[in-house]
Structure formats: structure tokens, C-alpha cells
């Protein structure tokens, strides 16, 4: 069964830095593409970054160009964003998602990052 | 970036009814469509991708159409576990772009 499990995030300031962590299980992680996704408090997805299977392209939005990284660690099974310069806009549910052609054909249960003062 | 514009944004219908959700792309995006549905504090599920692939284990009353710039969501006979929003996706180009929701609510 092919799992997704998010963590590491919380309550953090205006400018600070939080780091998102996500374990897949149950597919070849080094085969698949992943992605971040969000979703802020009552509104729709948006799409945060992409990172292929061996981690050597990434992809952005732009309203997170320079600000956020996205990497993985295959000998791990995980993924990762690096979330810095954190605004009060960033607040959201962050889903990771296994996205092999580049829909999300599975997702995790989602961390909430909230950033305020 | 490619916008993409659901209709309607919320849909009030009964068990049993036919429903159709409408996508358009602001350019085409061929037939690199995708659609999801979202219950309340849960994460997304995928339905359909490449406009009209059903994803496995996903209920054959769902179906995908479309090319280019316009595609249909359709739920042939609405079941009460279909209360939810749907989104598409396209993932023709980065960035992806998701429309922005359809509620479908109970009548």
C-alpha cells in the first residue's frame, strides 16, 4: 500500500524557517517525481514545487521562487521542503504527493505551517 | 501560466441526479487534465487523469471528457459519498495550475 506520512510543521514567525519532512512507502520512491501541494485555510490547492526521481530537477510557483527548496533522499524515502523567509501568506495545509506523471495519483494527510506572530 | 475556470463553483443536487462539472483552460493543454475530489480535512483523491482515465478502484459513475481547452467532470447518478469539492488540474506546463473548486452540496 503506497503511504505518504508529512511532518515538521507547526507554529512559526514572519521571516523564520521551518523544514517539512515526507516518508513514502510501498512504491519505488527513487522512481517517481514528487511534489508539494497546498491549500490555505479555506481556500484551493495550489501547487508549491516538484522534484524529479533523482533529485537533479526541481520546479517552483513562483510565489515561493528562492524562498523554498525542495529535495529528496532516496536512500531514505524522503522528501523534503526547506521553507525559509516564511510570510504570513505561506499558511496552509502542505501535501506532499507522488506525482510520476505529473498528476498527484497519491497523497499524505497533510501538516499545517502557520505563520504568525 | 495557464489559468483554469470551474463551473459552477457550487452545485446543490440530489441523490441519483446526473451532474456535470465544467473545466476551461485558458490555452490548450492537450488532454493533461486531472480531477480530484476533496471531502472536508481530508486530503485530495484522484479520479480521473488524462482527461478521461479512470484512475484504479475509482467508481465507474465518474467519467472524464474533453481536449484543448474545455472538459467535463460527469457523475452519472450522484451517491451520497459524492458530497465534496472537486478540483481539476492541468499539468500540460509549470506551473501546475488547479481551477478553483466546485462544491457539490446536498439539495
Known amino acids: 500500500e503506497v503511504q505518504l506520512v508529512e511532518s515538521g510543521g507547526g507554529l512559526v514567525q514572519p521571516g523564520g524557517s521551518l523544514r517539512l519532512s515526507c516518508a513514502a512507502s510501498g512504491f519505488t520512491f527513487s522512481s517517481s517525481a514528487m511534489s508539494w501541494v497546498r491549500q490555505a485555510p479555506g481556500k484551493g490547492l495550489e501547487w508549491v514545487s516538484t522534484?524529479?526521481?533523482?533529485?537533479?530537477?526541481?520546479y517552483y510557483a513562483d510565489s515561493v521562487k528562492g524562498r523554498f527548496s525542495i529535495s529528496r533522499d532516496n536512500s531514505k524515502n524522503t522528501l523534503y521542503l526547506q521553507m525559509n523567509s516564511l510570510r504570513a501568506e505561506d499558511t496552509a495545509v502542505y501535501y506532499c504527493a507522488r506525482s510520476g506523471g505529473n498528476y498527484f495519483s497519491c497523497w499524505g494527510q497533510g501538516t499545517l505551517v502557520t505563520v504568525s506572530s | 501560466d495557464i489559468q483554469m475556470t470551474q463551473s459552477p463553483s457550487t452545485l446543490s443536487a440530489s441523490v441519483g441526479d446526473r451532474v456535470t462539472i465544467t473545466c476551461r483552460a485558458s490555452?490548450?493543454?492537450?488532454?493533461?487534465l486531472a480531477w480530484y475530489q476533496q471531502k472536508p480535512g481530508k486530503a485530495p483523491n484522484l479520479l480521473i487523469y488524462k482527461a478521461s482515465s479512470l484512475e484504479s478502484g475509482v467508481p465507474s459513475r465518474f467519467s472524464g471528457s474533453g481536449s484543448g481547452t474545455e472538459f467535463t467532470l460527469t457523475i452519472s447518478s450522484l451517491q451520497s459519498d459524492d458530497f465534496a469539492t472537486y478540483y481539476c488540474q492541468q499539468y500540460n506546463s509549470y506551473p501546475f495550475t488547479f481551477g478553483g473548486g466546485t462544491k457539490v452540496e446536498i439539495k
Open positions: 522534484v524529479s526521481g533523482n533529485g537533479g530537477t526541481t
Open positions: 490555452q490548450s493543454i492537450s488532454s493533461w
